[in-house]
């Protein structure tokens, strides 16, 4: 079914084709992690460009406190591949979702957003009833009005749906 390519020139691989160049990887896995070593904010990458489980490993070995993904389903695959701690960087709405997430939190620390507080109850509501808790992030609406809170310094501006 694959076609062996190892010592193939790259224009005689059957494409679709990923094609890595290892060295670059490592080194730019290496930049990143030069850069916050000594930052107070922590590196936490986005898959969304490698989604491949080898790379994030990588990628925490040089420093990174864990990944960010956008889909339950993305979490999954790299919960179950030993990846500790994954930020689902996008709202989870809804009963099936939210028990997914719930069920999934068993495999490491996995936080996700919220922009709404009855979100933020039915996620704790469902966590609760097997006495696990999930960490959530308040996005906050920087201005782009795709979601998020509004921001402000009142208490009730945190839980106001932004416009759009």
Known sequence: MFEEITGKHKTEIDTPALLLYMDAVEKNIATMAGFFRDKPC?????????????????????????ITCAKLGEAKIFLESGVKDVLIANEIVGPAKIQRLVNLSGYGNLICCVDHYENARDISDAAGKIGRKIPVLVEVNVGINRCGVMPGNRPWSWWRRSPG
């Open 42 to 66: 922590k590196l936490r990458p986005h898959i969304k460009t490698h989604k491949l489980p080898l790379i994030a490993h990588k990628q925490i070995e040089a420093g990174a406190i864990g």
